[in-house]
């Protein structure tokens, strides 16, 4: 956070006595710490809890304003992985993703993914920044809908021809979500050769998704989480 400062605008639960904000720093993988300046005045005669004073280092902000992901466990049940059709390339993932408390969304993204080929020149690896490694409509679901919000890529600097890709998938509920929450995946990944018997080319896969969960009836708090699943093409 350079000059200008930023200034945080109200998200969740404005009203005569409370003030939510909330807000994200995305930083590069050699940044190894983050300090953040706060400021403001003490309006609450009462005694403080969990309120940074004028200024505090990220290690030292109360701890009860980070804790309640602690208490929160997500699952993976019941996955099954299977080839989409005859591309070779795209998998389906189904399952429920199981919360321990309410919560009123959830958000999809491949965090990392990695493979290795049997011979190693039967595939070419990513053929294509929009499908490769990413979420591919239609057939994905969440929890029965395809009312989903989408993020194409971008990284290519080109426009994104497939208006099917896309980087990220949320879903959010006006109502809290309890118990087995049915997801349907479908995600694009290096594949044989074009033309090539998929059996082949035996490629192994280790597919890590991040999913967030908001556990509020709005966008500031939420918890993060990752899955890592291995599987092959056969």
């Known amino acids: 956070m350079v000059s200008p400062n930023p200034t945080l605008v109200t998200q969740i639960g404005a ?18 710490s983050i300090g953040f300046g706060l400021q403001g005045d003490d309006l609450d005669p009462s005694p403080i809890v969990c309120q ?26 019941n996955f099954n992985i299977s080839l989409n059709g005859s591309a070779g390339n795209q998998f389906n993932f189904n399952g429920n993703i199981n919360v321990n408390v309410p919560i009123y969304g959830i958000e999809f993204q491949i965090k990392s993914y990695t493979y290795s080929a049997t011979p190693s020149a039967c595939t070419e690896g990513v053929s294509s920044i929009e499908e490769s490694g990413m979420f591919l409509m239609p057939g994905t679901t969440i929890n029965g809908s395809t009312s989903l919000q989408l993020f194409n890529e971008t990284v290519s600097g080109s426009s994104n021809s497939n208006n099917s890709a896309t980087k990220d998938i949320k879903y959010t509920s006006n109502t809290p979500l309890t118990g087995a929450i049915p997801v349907n995946l479908t995600i694009g990944l290096p594949g044989p050769i074009s033309g090539l018997d998929p059996s082949c080319c035996v490629i192994e896969y280790t597919v890590c998704i991040k999913v967030r969960i908001f556990y509020e009836d709005g966008n500031c708090k939420s918890c993060v989480f990752t899955h890592c699943f291995q599987f092959n093409n056969q």
């Open 52 to 77: 940074p004073g004028v200024s505090a280092l990220f290690d030292d902000l109360p701890s009860c304003i980070c804790d309640d992901c602690d208490d929160i466990v997500l699952t993976f049940d």
């Open 15 to 32: 009203s005569t006595s409370t003030v939510s904000y909330c807000f994200e720093v995305t930083v590069s993988s050699s940044v190894t």
